[in-house]
């Protein structure tokens, strides 16, 4: 039996691919975002193709905010008015839901269904028209996509990130109310009243700020991965994929920054 003693060359790490082809990636999603901040303020505006989306966005987002934010809003705020109780606080409760709620569950859950329902479907839309060869089609012809296509879904994933946020406030507050009022027996009157407490207008723009910023990175990263899809369905599939991981790792570290710069 022989033994083969002729040394391999070591195959290059998973690792190191992705160190080598990051750059590249992070170059060509900024090159996009800068072509579509440009083709924001270019004229004409697809009016029609921003409705559309924008309804389309909000019509498979919605369901999946409120089944998330009820349930999750008031265990969360269970659980503060448990520890409330043990200092003998509960007429705080409202306080810590209003603090909680609207600086860090509002826009976490925006977080989540933006980018595990919006943005998963405008990137399935993209990445399908691309691998059909419809985007290179209207490049032929001298149309825009990033202006046709991209700036319209950008901007209705902004303005439905917002409307979440404020749809996941209220109803997270409604549910706080449940939780506190009809399972912990709390006062009615204290809970409405100690929202105000610690929780102010600038707070709920700082809100809405993050939730804005969500909405666009959400959608830029979906419209980017969409329009570079290759490999037929498998590389549609993969891009949808890969939209879920870097919106969900773009989205919580701005949500961290814009957090840290909004307490400073």
């Known amino acids: 039996m022989s033994v083969d003693l002729k040394a391999r060359p070591p195959k290059a790490s998973a690792v190191r691919k992705a160190v080598q082809v990051a750059p590249t990636a992070v170059g060509a999603f900024y090159a996009t975002s800068m072509e579509t901040f440009r083709c924001m303020f270019k004229r004409p505006f697809h009016a029609r193709e921003f409705v559309q989306q924008a309804w389309f966005i909000a019509g498979v987002s919605i369901m999946p905010a409120l089944l998330m934010a009820i349930p999750f809003c ?73 202006q046709r296509l991209v700036v319209p879904r950008v901007l209705a994933s902004t303005l439905i990130g917002m409307f979440l946020n404020g749809l996941v406030s209220a109803v997270g507050l409604v549910g706080g109310y449940i939780a506190t009022v009809y399972m912990q027996g709390a006062s009615p009157g204290q809970y409405v009243t100690a929202i105000s407490i610690l929780t102010k207008l600038p707070d709920f723009l700082v809100s809405e700020v993050k939730a804005a910023v969500f909405g666009l990175l959400a959608g830029l990263v979906a419209c980017h991965l969409g329009l570079n899809a290759k490999g037929g369905p498998k ?24 957090t840290t710069l909004a307490l400073h």
């Open 235 to 258: 590389g549609v599939g993969d891009a949808v994929n890969q939209t879920v991981v870097f919106s969900f790792l773009l989205l919580f570290l701005a949500n961290s920054v814009i």
């Open 74 to 146: 008031m265990m969360f705020v269970y659980q503060i008015n448990i520890l409330l109780a043990e200092i003998g606080a509960v007429d705080l409760s409202g306080a810590g839901a209003g603090v909680a709620i609207i600086r860090e569950i509002g826009p976490v859950v925006t977080v989540l269904v933006v980018a595990g329902a919006g943005s998963t479907a405008i990137c399935a839309d993209l990445g399908s028209r691309t691998i059909r060869e419809e985007i290179d089609a209207m490049k032929v012809l001298g149309i825009d996509p990033i």
